[in-house]
């Protein structure tokens, strides 16, 4: 039977302008392009299931496939991909946390703090063994992840990095000084805006497109059903069931996993309102770099690189040449802000590869990543909810602990004891931001306060 309830009369409440979630940001998305897209139809009339996952990026694939067996009904409000696993850098690196690790170890204790490095550790490895599995390259390249000194006085905090990663993972990190930069094609010897590199060893790029694609094609092996083009636009719980609403149908599930990260609403589910910072990040991406401009720049490495900054760039050059650059987005989300942060962006890129100042970049776009109060991923169930579920908030780093919290969550559902490290923490529940549906404009005022911190290009 089909729903009678029509998408207009429930809107979804998000705080963003209604640009930040259309077409506009994702338009000039180059993943998108370099594979056949999956297109799942959208659910029709009524369904019932035990498992519902709503979203279909890393996080609810990941859950889904977790779940092979169980009867599993994925929605996604577009298609796999279309949020931020099929728009992100591709860095699938440690991460997924706002702080440092002295401030974790101040927070939860040394065993917590040793427990989340091996997740991170852990998370790497989830995703690469996925690949593996799958028969998908996702076009892997750089051995590890480099992280540039944007300034002198940083050069020898991260010298000391190496001895994090030899007593915590037993790994070495290769630590280079300035002058060392120029032979391993991280920059030119004259005016290097870099002053050292640290590579720890663990890591690699991807193709985010093509590694969602390939959890979607893996899920729907097992069984589980996807719908695309099914957005949840109303949400409860009655009689021990939930009842998820969508234009064209309606889907009651005995359990729920809410898998949409930034792309979350206000009220759908209403337990998360506050409860997750959604920010905006942009990528720049040039054509294909000749060998005689990526002379000219002395950019030969195909290591995947950020700065030190607060307010950081990430950056990499892709198998085909092609350079990819990453920094913070906008905070409002109308189409005339979209263009000033292409024009911030651009602006950027040249600052720090002059080289390439005349070099075009066709390919432009931006996404939402989201962020939690307490700076740390969630993942974990709802309370005041009933079998309700979600992970979230990877703060920029979901490749990896995206992938890894879906599975986590999903293990926690079944109620069975984790496989792979996982800290308490994590499924702590979530604390309100104050200003609640206003929060976002925080945002100016703490990125004035980073860009003085971080200091000019």
């Known amino acids: 039977m089909r729903s009678t309830l029509a998408a207009s009369e429930q809107p979804l ?20 392009t370099t594979a056949d897209p999956l297109t799942y139809p959208a ?6 299931c035990d498992i519902a996952v709503i979203g279909a990026g890393y996080t609810g694939l990941s859950a889904t496939h977790r779940l092979t067996g169980e009867d599993v009904v994925v929605l996604e409000a577009e298609q796999p991909g279309w ?197 905006q990040s942009n990528i720049l991406l040039t054509r294909p770099l000749t060998d005689s401009e990526m002379q000219d720049q002395n950019w030969t490495s195909r290591q995947m690189c950020y700065d030190t900054r607060n307010l950081l760039h990430y950056f990499r050059l892709l198998p085909d040449n092609r350079m990819l650059f990453g920094m913070r987005g906008a905070t409002s989300a109308n189409p005339q802000a979209f263009d000033t942060a292409r024009q911030n962006t651009r602006t950027h890129f040249d600052k720090m590869f002059p080289a390439w100042r005349n070099v075009e970049t066709p390919y432009f776009w931006s996404g939402l990543i989201a962020g939690a109060r307490r700076f740390v991923p969630f993942a974990g169930p709802l309370k005041g909810l009933p079998n309700s579920y979600a992970a979230m908030c990877y703060h920029g780093n979901g490749v990896a602990m995206g992938s890894y919290c879906g599975k986590l969550v999903a293990e926690s559902l079944l109620n069975v004891k984790h496989t792979t490290p996982a800290p308490d923490f994590l499924s702590r529940p979530l604390a309100t931001f104050p200003f609640r549906r206003y929060r976002r404009h925080i945002l100016p005022l703490l990125y004035q306060w980073y860009n003085l911190k971080d200091g000019p290009l």
């Open 13 to 32: 409440d998000r705080i963003y302008e209604p640009a930040a979630y259309g077409r506009l940001p994702v338009q000039q998305c180059f993943w998108h």
């Open 43 to 48: 659910l029709e009339g009524d369904l019932i």
């Open 83 to 279: 949020g931020a696993s099929g728009r992100n850098g591709g860095f699938c690196c440690l991460g997924g946390a706002h702080l440092e690790t002295g401030d974790i170890l101040k927070a939860y204790g040394p065993e917590e703090t040793q427990t989340w490095a091996m997740a991170q550790r852990a998370s790497v490895d989830h995703v690469a063994e996925f690949l593996d599995s799958a028969g998908e390259d996702a076009d892997r390249h750089s051995k590890g992840e480099t992280i540039l000194a944007h300034r002198a006085s940083l050069v020898e905090p991260l010298r000391e990095g190496q001895e994090y990663f030899r007593q915590i993972y037993g790994m070495k990190a290769e630590f280079l000084p300035r002058d060392a930069l120029a032979e391993h094609g991280l920059g030119p010897d004259r005016q290097n805006s870099f002053h050292a590199a640290l590579t720890n060893p663990i890591g690699f790029a991807l193709n985010p497109y093509k590694y969602t694609r390939a959890l979607a094609q893996a899920v729907t092996a097992s069984d589980a059903r996807i719908f695309g083009d099914t957005p949840v636009i109303r949400h409860y719980h009655q009689d021990g069931l939930h009842h998820l609403h969508t234009p064209t149908g309606h889907l009651r599930a005995s359990r729920v996993i809410w898998a949409t990260n930034g792309y979350t609403s206000e009220n759908t589910p209403h337990i998360l309102r506050g409860k997750f910072l959604p920010v």
